[in-house]
Nanobody, 115 residues
């Protein structure tokens, strides 16, 4: 019953900004760490950012200082604020949670950074 629904993707120019949202349901959102992954065509899915239940954050080096993950437990939503976007950030972005039942993924939202 876990459901994760991403939104906010789109086409932006290099240097632009975008905020992704992930609406969660079917589990006790505030009890779990949440993650953002991304996958470019023909490449492996990679972890972008994590946020613990206590809002401690971790980022992969390539996005550190540009991306910010946050959560709003009252809205059961996790966000990814992306600034100073680069073409290399182009990918499908996925929300993820690991519960006792395993990994759960959203449907993904496309982010394209291009001139």
């Amino acid at each position: 019953q876990v459901q994760l629904v991403e939104s906010g993707g789109g086409l932006v120019q290099p240097g632009g900004s975008l905020r992704l949202s992930c609406a969660a349901s079917g589990f006790t959102f505030s009890s779990y760490a949440m993650n953002w992954y991304r996958q470019a065509p023909r490449k492996e899915r990679e972890l972008v950012a994590e946020i613990t239940r206590g809002s401690i954050t971790t980022y992969r080096t390539s996005v550190k200082d540009r991306f910010t993950i946050s959560r709003d437990n009252a809205k059961n939503t996790v966000y990814l604020q992306m600034n100073s976007l680069k073409p290399e950030d182009t990918a499908v972005y996925y929300c993820n949670v690991k519960t006792n039942q395993g990994n759960h993924w959203g449907q993904g939202t496309q982010v394209t950074v291009s001139s």
